[in-house]
């Protein structure tokens, strides 16, 4: 009796190994970056006419094992702020929480503009819940909707070419987003790991 019980301690602590490398060799850092450009099909780069812009992160990890960050880099009129009179801000939300805003503070800069913010593991394993995080770039920000004054001029063939030799057609207005953390999606379960092995509570006969 005492042969088999010290047997089953063994395999137990055994699968309980494996679960732990299997767990760990399921995570993964996860690193996306899309782009999307506020102006596309806007005509008249004259006018107040960029759009909000929305980046959907998929086959995200679910169970983070840390902090992560969110790497915002853009280009365009996002050169000022005058509260009551016109804002060119950019407001950051996560599946409906603002991390805030951002004022660049360039227009039409040579190089990408750049703001990084870290995001906790409690906040994305809240985002993450369905496998997909979604972001939001709101154009002048959502408190001063009323006055955003976000243009497209930036495209304009006399504002290029930009970093890399990039057509202002292309590059003139433009939103990049970068998610990044580690994290996991798989394990094996417990329940599982006890039925096989016959490791759980029997009877008494």
Do not use: H
Not at 60 to 70: E, Q, S
Not at 125 to 149: F, P
Not at 175 to 202: H, Q, R, S
């Amino acid at each position: 009796m005492v042969i088999i019980m010290k047997k089953k301690a063994i395999i137990l602590i055994g699968i309980l190994i494996i679960s732990s490398i299997f767990m760990i060799s399921a995570g993964a850092n996860y690193s996306q970056t899309i782009t999307q450009y506020p102006c596309e099909g806007v005509v008249d780069l004259g006018a107040i006419a960029a759009k909000d812009t929305v980046f959907v992160f998929t086959d995200v990890p679910k169970n983070p094992t840390g902090d992560g960050t969110l790497t915002i880099r853009v280009r365009g009129d996002y050169g000022d702020f005058y509260p009551g009179y016109y804002s060119e801000l950019i407001e950051i939300i996560v599946e409906g929480t603002s991390l805030g805003t951002w004022l660049p503070g360039q227009d039409c800069f040579y190089s990408l503009l750049t703001k990084t913010f870290t995001v906790t593991q409690e906040q994305l394993r809240g985002w993450a819940v369905d496998g997909k995080i979604e972001v939001t770039l709101v154009q002048g920000g959502s408190e001063y909707s009323d006055i955003n004054d976000i243009q497209c001029f930036c495209g304009y063939g006399d504002y290029g070419p930009y970093e890399d030799g990039c057509d202002p057609e292309v590059c003139g207005n433009i939103n990049i987003v970068t998610l990044e953390y580690e994290g996991g999606t798989k394990a094996l379960p417990m329940d599982w790991i006890m039925k096989k092995f016959g490791l759980g509570n029997k009877d008494k006969k």
